[in-house]
């Protein structure tokens, strides 16, 4: 096992790996840039450098600054996280040269998951459903134009290179397409400084399900169950759960050996998210691979008693998962909610010095977060501070608590969508579970 391993990010995530590597006696290392020299996970790490200024480029996404910074507290091993460097094949790579363990998978697997379209020949190569479309990269409009003849129109245009809903644009007839096609790689362009675009189809009222999956280097992978994903804005998550409503058993179980083939045609190591959409046919279809640890891991980790975090590093330090398939099993019901320092109507970010942070707790409860009453959210960084997960022996005890949760959280100072979150889990239609990716816009309206 480890001796010391360095996390190379920030936020309420750093602070959850720091916790899992105490359990595991390990210790560790934190990194900030000089906006965040006050934060928790500076305080709770064990050893802390320092790697530059407030901006991305200069501190969170330097590769040579988070290198040396490993190398001077002669850290074994680096958690990237989400997000930063963590689906960074070329990081994965430095990594390894400098004989450090990247807790994570394969710098080539990285590479190929984070090329959508590669991604998505792979899966249709592998005999997984993905939605129809382009086979791969699209050479132009007229390209495009050909493909959406055949399949019909909505579709939609997406960067190969895409993430967090960049890129990203719906042709509703052929007259929008060749704008859409532009728009779409332009935006590409300037967000990942990669145009390419490839094709699918625009599926109508999707739920977004997600499997966990978790593979070691003795050849094992198994899936976690799955999580639902399907209230965002602007292809953002804000609430997701686990077990989803939308899957019986069977349904299930298809959706699950799916998820695993996904996972052995990379021959997957470590932990990882197989990302579905579900038709209002019930017909579900490959649409990602995240080759990281996901914001919304706690929900699976409150289902299955199993600690994601700790496993990646189990993993990465060549010892087997810890369960076996049939030892894993989903019992009770977890909800998240993602706390954003936002303005609540204008979703503009509300960065700022909080005043007053009283956070909730109590039965089924739990906060991963790295705020409190004295804390400064910078305004270089994601607008995510807080992540509540209630857990219940139903999905209905669940949203109790999540609700009496959110009416109990004070935060004050700085705007956050604390009250958004409340009504959007007290909400009728998703009570009921009746929700697709469309519930927000629709939602929205409704509220006025
Ligand atoms: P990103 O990598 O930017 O997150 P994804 O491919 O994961 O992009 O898609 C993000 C979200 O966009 C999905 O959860 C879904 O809401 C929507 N989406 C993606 N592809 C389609 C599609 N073909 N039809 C309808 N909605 C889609």
């Given at each position: 096992?480890?001796?010391?391993i360095l996390i190379a990010n920030r936020?309420?995530?750093a602070?959850?790996?720091?916790?899992?590597?105490?359990?595991?006696?390990?210790?560790t290392v934190a990194i900030y840039s000089t906006?965040d020299a006050?934060s928790?996970h500076v305080?709770?790490a064990?050893e802390e450098v320092c790697i530059g200024?407030?901006?991305?480029?200069?501190s969170y996404l330097n590769?040579?600054a988070v290198i040396s910074a490993a190398?001077i507290t002669?850290a074994?091993?680096v958690h990237p996280g989400?997000?930063f460097l963590?689906?960074?094949?070329?990081?994965?790579?430095?990594?390894?040269?400098?004989?450090?363990?990247?807790?994570?998978?394969?710098?080539?697997?990285?590479?190929?998951?984070?090329?959508?379209?590669?991604?998505?020949?792979?899966?249709?190569?592998?005999?997984?459903?993905?939605?129809?479309?382009?086979?791969?990269?699209?050479?132009?409009?007229?390209?495009?134009?050909?493909?959406?003849?055949?399949?019909?129109?909505?579709?939609?245009?997406?960067?190969?290179?895409?993430?967090?809903?960049?890129?990203?644009?719906?042709?509703?007839?052929?007259?929008?397409?060749?704008?859409?096609?532009?728009?779409?790689?332009?935006?590409?362009?300037?967000?990942?400084?990669?145009?390419?675009?490839?094709?699918?189809?625009?599926?109508?009222?999707?739920?977004?399900?997600?499997?966990?999956?978790?593979?070691?280097?003795?050849?094992?992978?198994?899936?976690?169950?799955?999580?639902?994903?399907?209230?965002?804005?602007?292809?953002?998550?804000?609430?997701?759960?686990?077990?989803?409503?939308?899957?019986?058993?069977?349904?299930?179980?298809?959706?699950?050996?799916?998820?695993?083939?996904?996972?052995?045609?990379?021959?997957?190591?470590?932990?990882?998210?197989?990302?579905?959409?579900?038709?209002?046919?019930?017909?579900?279809?490959?649409?990602?691979?995240?080759?990281?640890?996901?914001?919304?891991?706690?929900?699976?980790?409150?289902?299955?008693?199993?600690?994601?975090?700790?496993?990646?590093?189990?993993?990465?330090?060549?010892?087997?998962?810890?369960?076996?398939?049939?030892?894993?099993?989903?019992?009770?019901?977890?909800?998240?909610?993602?706390?954003?320092?936002?303005?609540?109507?204008?979703?503009?970010?509300?960065?700022?010095?909080?005043?007053?942070?009283?956070?909730?707790?109590?039965?089924?409860?739990?906060?991963?977060?790295?705020?409190?009453?004295?804390?400064?959210?910078?305004?270089?960084?994601?607008?995510?501070?807080?992540?509540?997960?209630?857990?219940?022996?139903?999905?209905?005890?669940?949203?109790?608590?999540?609700?009496?949760?959110?009416?109990?959280?004070?935060?004050?100072?700085?705007?956050?969508?604390?009250?958004?979150?409340?009504?959007?889990?007290?909400?009728?239609?998703?009570?009921?579970?009746?929700?697709?990716?469309?519930?927000?816009?629709?939602?929205?309206?409704?509220?006025?």
């Open positions: 096992m480890f001796r010391k936020g309420e995530i602070l959850r790996i720091i916790w899992a590597c105490r359990e595991l006696g390990i210790k906006a006050d928790l305080r709770f064990d200024p407030p901006r991305n480029q200069d590769v040579s190398e002669d074994e091993a989400y997000g963590a689906e960074s094949a070329h990081f994965a790579e430095v990594c390894r040269e400098c004989g450090l363990t990247f807790i994570g998978p394969e710098p080539d697997v990285i590479r190929k998951m984070g090329d959508k379209a590669v991604a998505r020949s792979t899966m249709m190569e592998a005999g997984v459903p993905t939605i129809p479309g382009s086979e791969g990269i699209l050479d132009g409009p007229e390209h495009a134009a050909e493909i959406a003849e055949k399949i019909g129109y909505p579709v939609l245009i997406k960067a190969s290179a895409g993430g967090g809903g960049r890129g990203m644009r719906i042709a509703n007839d052929a007259d929008e397409l060749e704008r859409m096609y532009n728009a779409a790689t332009a935006e590409a362009g300037a967000a990942f400084g990669n145009a390419e675009v490839y094709l699918e189809k625009y599926l109508k009222n999707p739920r977004h399900i997600e499997f966990q999956v978790l593979g070691d280097t003795h050849g094992n992978i198994v899936h976690l169950f799955e999580r639902e994903c399907s209230i965002q804005r602007r292809h953002q998550k804000l609430v997701e759960e686990s077990p989803s409503v939308a899957l019986d058993d069977d349904l299930r179980a298809r959706m699950a050996e799916a998820a695993i083939k996904a996972a052995r045609a990379v021959d997957y190591v470590n932990a990882g998210t197989i990302e579905f959409l579900l038709d209002e046919d019930k017909n579900f279809y490959f649409i990602e691979m995240n080759t990281r640890i996901q914001v919304e891991h706690p929900v699976t980790e409150l289902v299955t008693g199993i600690d994601i975090i700790k496993e990646m590093v189990r993993v990465a330090a060549g010892e087997p998962i810890s369960v076996t398939q049939d030892e894993i099993v989903s019992r009770g019901h977890a909800i998240e909610c993602r706390v954003n320092a936002e303005h609540p109507e204008t979703f503009v970010p509300s960065p700022g010095k909080i005043t007053t942070f009283h956070s909730p707790g109590g039965p089924g409860i739990r906060i991963d977060t790295h705020c409190h009453g004295d804390a400064t959210i910078p305004p270089f960084y994601d607008s995510m501070i807080a992540k509540v997960i209630a857990y219940g022996g139903t999905r209905g005890e669940a949203i109790l608590r999540m609700r009496r949760a959110m009416e109990s959280f004070v935060i004050e100072g700085i705007h956050t969508n604390v009250a958004l979150q409340r009504k959007i889990v007290s909400d009728e239609d998703f009570v009921r579970g009746r929700m697709s990716t469309a519930f927000m816009e629709r939602f929205l309206e409704k509220k006025g």
